[in-house]
């Protein structure tokens, strides 16, 4: 899945990106809005995360025209506003969702796998309420089987309801999303449609009532009728059981730039100091109010809830009148130095979880306890694991065809026939024998181990089990992370530059290297033995120029493929760098695609001259 990331931060767009590739998610990032535009219209994603208050184009415009280009895909908005009438602009302006800074990463990660199969949904599957049926390649609309002849504007004021069951459209944005811009009518239009649409419905049988109209708002398609109720599993003091994630990303990115959050509160500081002394400075309350937001957006998320808060109470302070009252500057130097008490304490931190959360992972069950079954599918969603139920082996045979999950979870036993499911073990191993089969059942007796085994199944599970336990014998069986196929070495004297850089080749199985100290360049090279080397040319005691020339020189390593790293991108200064033996260079500010394009295709290429017969590099 891939997902576009516009955020200016640089704190927290590196930690949004290294929690989500942890999470198996492929990211691009623009740092401001027009970057953001030019991508969203060039490239295809999956999902849009969108910061709110962004530079050259806001999130909310950048967002409303997008939406207007006509495009599709969902967009998860990031903010720091928390009105009401804030969220309803952004909800107004197209985006699909929003979270409030600070947020809570695994609620983040919650809201974007719910976004990506409301995109699957909507892109490959029918939508149903009730026994009303919608199917979007068809463009065919049945009632009790019965098919129901709509306008062109009915059928997309059905599908747009049926594809946001949760969401009020008021008429003006229910005009937005289905006409132009310049053809659209008076919003009495959008009631008359609504109101023949109701009636068509009606006529073909639909009892219940569809569509609510929330007075003062706008129309909300109802709850299905005879919708099913999800199980949460709690604990035995009956609470409810905490949701397996993986923090570890979070985490390092909150050990590796806690820094910069000092950093930050520094401009605070340099402010708070200015004022007691009676010397205002713009330019400087300007700072101090950029970093307070940022701040106030970041610490919550990586450990420091208290400071989110002391930061966003500055930023409202700062957002007022540029010329602080008394009061108002004594109020200021007190929550600056309760901020910094606050980074002397230690962070909230997560403890990583054994399981690989990834939401490409595929759950077909076979088992006709309900019970169970809707257990299982009311916390599959936190384990990243998009399940289907087969309640009797007929309907199971079924989905196998349609399409080929990642791992099977078994119940030998169903009443209601009198075949025996190893008969269909047997035919899953002989038709898929790399998908792991986990066998759960209540039959223990050594033959049915046996049999098991002998069939080709990688788990034999007992029942009873809890879903926890259900859930980690899955964790064991699926595929593990595949092991990096190259190693580079990055050289920087700016860390947060190294963390960047990283983060955006760790995902394609590279492992990583990195170095801020140049002078340690070769002990470092001769330890780890990369296989590409990435140059910054302009760093303190030994430049890239210098490193590129020791490594030319030397008669096992003169062949490693380098790439440099450069602001300058003038003729004079990219000759000195070729003729100091650089392969390739990377003009500053870095984008992600061509940073991976670039260090793959190298890498690859110098591993086919070498399977040619050519020099070793």
Not at 230 to 253: E, F
Not at 337 to 349: D, G, M
Not at 390 to 411: C, E, G
Request: glycine residues 6%; charged residues 20%; contains cysteine.
């Amino acid at each position: 899945m891939k997902i576009l990331l516009v955020e200016d931060d640089v704190l927290l767009s590196t930690a949004l990106f290294d929690l989500l590739s942890a999470n198996r998610y492929t990211i691009d990032i623009a740092s401001n809005g027009q970057a953001g535009l030019e991508l969203a219209t060039s490239t295809e994603y999956e999902l849009i995360l969108l910061d709110w208050l962004i530079p050259k184009l806001d999130g909310v415009s950048l967002c409303r025209q997008l939406r207007k280009q006509g495009y599709r895909k969902s967009i998860l908005l990031l903010t720091g506003k928390n009105s009401n009438a804030d969220i309803v602009a952004g909800l107004d302006a197209g985006a699909d969702d929003y979270v409030i800074k600070p947020f809570n990463p695994e609620a983040l990660l919650a809201r974007i796998r719910s976004l990506l199969r409301r995109n699957e949904a909507i892109s490959s599957s029918i939508l149903t309420w009730g026994n009303l049926c919608l199917d979007p390649s068809a463009g065919r609309v049945t009632c009790n089987e019965q098919e129901i002849l709509l306008t062109a504007t009915e059928y997309k004021l059905l599908e747009l309801f049926l594809q946001n069951p949760d969401r009020i459209f008021s008429r003006a944005v229910i005009l937005d999303r289905l006409w132009g811009f310049g053809d659209a009518p008076t919003e009495n239009a959008v009631t008359t449609h609504i109101k023949d649409l109701r009636k068509k419905l009606k006529t073909v049988g639909l009892t219940e009532e569809f569509l609510e109209t929330v007075y003062g708002m706008g129309y909300r398609i109802k709850p299905a009728p005879n919708r099913s109720i999800s199980v949460v599993q709690t604990n035995q003091d009956g609470k409810k059981k905490p949701a397996p994630k993986d923090m570890t990303a979070v985490n390092r990115v909150l050990e590796r730039f806690r820094n910069s959050f000092v950093g930050q509160v520094v401009v605070l500081e340099r402010l708070k100091t200015a004022l007691l002394a009676g010397n205002f400075n713009e330019e400087l309350h300007q700072q101090a109010l950029h970093e307070a937001h940022k701040l106030a957006g970041s610490m919550g998320s990586f450990g420091y809830p208290e400071g989110s808060r002391l930061a966003r109470k500055i930023e409202h302070l700062l957002l007022g009148d540029s010329s602080l009252s008394t009061e108002q500057i004594s109020n200021f130097s007190q929550l600056v130095t309760a901020l910094q008490q606050e980074l002397t304490k230690p962070a909230v931190t997560s403890t990583a979880q054994n399981f690989p959360v990834n939401q490409t992972y595929r759950l077909l069950v076979i088992d006709d306890d309900t019970t169970l079954t809707e257990q299982l599918q009311a916390e599959a969603d936190l384990w990243g694991i998009r399940m289907k139920v087969a309640p009797n082996l007929a309907t199971a045979r079924s989905l196998f065809s349609l399409k080929t999950p990642d791992v099977v979870l078994l119940d030998l036993s169903f009443p209601t026939t009198e075949e025996d499911a190893l008969i269909l073990l047997s035919e899953i191993v002989e038709r898929s024998p790399n998908i792991p089969v986990i066998v759960f059942t209540g039959r223990d007796t050594l033959a049915d181990r046996l049999a098991v085994s002998r069939l080709g199944a990688r788990q034999f599970l007992h029942k009873p089990a809890t879903t926890e336990q259900i859930f980690q014998a899955i964790a064991r069986v699926l595929p593990q992370p595949q092991t990096s196929e190259a190693k580079v070495l990055i050289v920087d004297d700016d860390p947060v530059i190294l963390a960047g850089l990283s983060a955006l080749l760790t995902p394609w199985g590279l492992e990583v290297i990195t170095l801020s100290q140049s002078q340690q360049f070769w002990k470092v090279l001769i330890a780890t033995s990369p296989d590409l080397v990435v140059l910054d040319l302009e760093m303190p005691i030994v430049n890239g120029l210098e490193l590129c020339q020791v490594v030319r020189q030397d008669a096992q390593w003169g062949d490693l493929p380098i790439l440099v790293v450069t602001a300058h991108t003038e003729a004079e200064f990219l000759q000195q760098a070729f003729a100091a033996g650089a392969d390739d260079f990377i003009s500053k500010p870095v984008l992600g695609p061509e940073l991976v394009t670039r260090v793959l295709s190298r890498i690859q290429r110098t591993r086919r001259h070498s399977q040619l017969g050519g020099s070793k590099s």
